[in-house]
């Protein structure tokens, strides 16, 4: 009697040890899980890919032993609400394209446009992203994106530090307001109430 329990005993185990056996076949890939068989999934014993030391959490699909995964959202990088001015010069209205905008709290205006309405050749160098302005025996030039500029004035060089890094807006340099004044020597006001900018080189 003994002996059949025994028999019995040892049948159970092993074919137990096939079911799992047969449910786990091959080796554990890098990430510690593999597949189920197909004979596994027939009978109940797995669903797919699985892990066995719970280090699945970073892959997205697994069954058991790890925690789903998803991708953080993105958050959306919000743009600089522009507000626009007109643009006065000798009190004639100009209309540029792109026209002046208020950003942050400061005025930007195109560098290209008001600098030749106020008699200097300017030329751009796409290859240093530099603007360079003459005028009589002045030089001026200002690189995108720096809050620096240069002038040149009969070999004298100087600086001028703006409020407002130069900027590239639909393909114009936009330079501060106040930078017309430090390099030209133009009269300028701005009425914030109204949104105006006035220039005068007279």
Do not use: W
């Amino acid at each position: 009697m003994k002996k059949l329990v025994l028999l019995i005993a040892m049948l159970t185990l092993f074919f137990t040890t096939a079911s799992i056996a047969s449910a786990h076949p091959g080796r554990l890939d890098s990430n510690g899980g593999h597949n189920c068989s197909d004979k596994s999934k027939a009978k109940g014993l797995c669903s797919g890919y699985h892990y066995h030391n719970g280090n699945g959490g970073n892959n997205a699909g697994s069954s058991s032993g790890g925690q789903s995964y998803s991708a953080p959202t993105p958050k959306a990088t919000v743009a600089p609400v522009l507000t626009k001015v007109a643009v006065y010069l000798n009190d004639v209205k100009q209309n540029y394209t792109p026209g002046a905008y208020m950003k942050n709290g400061t005025t930007l205006v195109p560098m290209k446009a008001i600098f030749e309405s106020l008699g200097a050749t300017v030329s751009y160098d796409n290859a240093t992203k530099k603007v360079t302005a003459t005028k009589d025996s002045k030089k001026i030039v200002i690189g995108v994106g720096n809050k620096t500029a240069y002038v040149d004035t009969n070999g004298s060089t100087s600086t001028i530090t703006l409020s407002h890094p130069a900027e590239i807006y639909q393909g114009t340099t936009m330079v501060p307001l106040r930078f017309v004044s430090q390099a030209l020597g133009a009269n300028v006001t701005f009425d914030e109430a109204a949104l105006v900018v006035y220039i005068s080189t007279k």
